[in-house]
């Protein structure tokens, strides 16, 4: 149940809202926001608030998929609903562990089986699919087509949720087909072009598919108007920057892209720290890269070209490895 108050001093006017459990009572989030009392200024900051705060607690990793995926946790595989397969999937994207993928992966399947015209479910499969064919997480047998079967049964049941055009799109991405990828994202744009929940991940999807205007514009005005922002997008930022040879704009998205479960993370900050000249910097965080991925020697190129579909972007990325001593297959 989500509640709220609204208290004005001299300062200005402050909104306070808080998402309590309707059942238990227990207070689950809350957080205050101020502005001034400036008439003009009051509708626009209705708007922003009512975004910020759906966003909050509607989006992937937003508050009540985190409560709701925690309880799901404690409902043995055989017992689970589709929901809560959906919300396992949900928690290994907090965690990355194989213990979570497996259960994850599991109940996915079985949900599918029991429940076969749920396409959120048929697309969640195939998201877990393309990761792990993308990042080589864990050792199973993930094909891309499978995943790519997967997600069209998903658009094929549900062709209006923008979250399973999303996954589609990701699947063409790593399938290398462009035309189709970009026409996909469009579409998942059209079906709510004001959704703050989706729109830094379809400006991270334009720019990975090279639409250097559209993408990175779309993400920087999601970073603007919503502060619970998917932070995985300045990944795509720091591909547009490499890009452009921008090195120092570059590294300050490193600075904010902080998934260290991934082996992306000291990747990012190896290979910009070797196109920088740091090298005894970078030296460590390529360390830090083998750590996350030991056989990234021979498995790095294939990896890189999963997410960077340029060849002259892949090939700064290689050299600025190179530079601090990580040489790629």
Sequence with gaps: MLCGSIRTDLNGLKVIVNLVDGLTGMHIWGDSYRTDLNPAGLISFEERIA???VSKISCEDGIITKALSAESKRVPPAELTTHQAILRFYRFLNDFSPETFLGTFEALRQACSQEPECGLAWSMLARLYSLNYSLELFDLETPI??????????VKLDPANQRIRMIMAFILLFKNDFSAGLAEVDRTLQLNPN??????NIGYLLTLFGDWQRGPALINQAIEQNPYYNITVHYALWVDWVRQGRYEQAYEETLRFNKPLLFWDPLLKAANLGLLGRIEEGVQAGNDLLKCKPDFSTRGRVLIQHYIKFDEIVAKVIQGLKEVGIDVA
Excluded: C, K, Q, Y
């Design 195 to 200: 959704s703050l929940i989706s729109l830094e």
């Design 145 to 154: 087509e499978r995943a790519a079967a997967f997600a069209e049964r998903g």
């Design 51 to 53: 975004s910020t705060v």
